[in-house]
């Protein structure tokens, strides 16, 4: 079964753009969740999506927004991008009666 | 609020010995504990986990334990070696209706052959 994937890898933006990243997760699997992941604040849950609905979501601003489409791959976007939003971006994905996340490669955002 | 702390943040031991990793939560409903290695310029790997109705769980090198009295929980890694140098992170999570993890700092394990 293919991993997680993540695209694309690497960006780099400048403050003020907005960036859009893609999960696609494992076949079958119907939860991705995401985080943001800095030197400072370690691994941060950012939100999750199951079926297509935001389930639940953590403590960052309206600027960071996803959304979830019919065959589970996900997309998040961060508007006005602030030098503080550069960090690696990970997406995990659940089956829909295990506890487990699997995460994948992660997409690194660098805002200058 | 939910929180999780992680100790050592780094950890270096000669190979071959064991290495002990410890974390504490504060939300007294978390239920499922995982931890993750992760290595320079990869995503976290899952590569034990533990659940509240369980105190201990092995699998070959490594080992978690649980107490849920004392909300702390463990990873033990015995015979290490220079592959499982990597950065090592807990979680905790109620695992009802939501993949919420709330992680810890992180602990930068180094084995030094």
């Known amino acids: 079964k293919a991993g997680v994937t993540q695209t694309p890898r690497y960006l780099i933006k400048t403050r003020g753009q907005q960036v859009t990243l893609s999960c696609s997760p494992i076949s079958g699997h119907r939860s991705v969740s995401w985080y943001q992941q800095t030197p400072g604040q370690g691994l941060q849950f950012l939100f999750e999506?199951?079926?297509?609905?935001?389930?639940n979501k953590g403590n960052f601003p309206g600027r960071f927004s996803g959304r979830q489409f019919s065959n589970s791959r996900s997309e998040m976007n961060v508007s006005t991008l602030e030098l503080g939003d550069s960090a690696l971006y990970l997406c995990a994905s659940s089956g829909g009666t295990i506890y487990e996340q699997y995460f994948g490669p992660g997409t690194r955002l660098t805002v200058t | 609020g939910e929180n999780v702390e992680q100790h050592p943040s780094t950890l270096s031991v000669q190979e071959g010995d064991s290495a002990v990793i410890k974390c504490t939560y504060s939300?007294?409903?978390?239920?499922?504990f995982p931890w993750y290695k992760q290595e320079l310029g990869k995503g976290p790997q899952l590569i034990i986990d533990i659940r509240s109705n369980v105190g201990e769980k092995k699998d070959q090198r490594i080992a978690v334990t649980l107490n849920k009295t004392a909300k702390h929980f463990s990873l033990h890694i015995t015979e290490t070696q220079p592959e499982d140098s990597a950065v090592y992170f807990c979680a905790a999570s109620r695992a009802s209706g939501t993949y919420k993890y709330i992680f810890g700092t992180g602990t930068r394990l180094k084995v030094l052959a």
């Open positions: 999506y199951f079926s297509e609905t935001q389930r």
């Open positions: 939300d007294s409903a978390s239920n499922y």
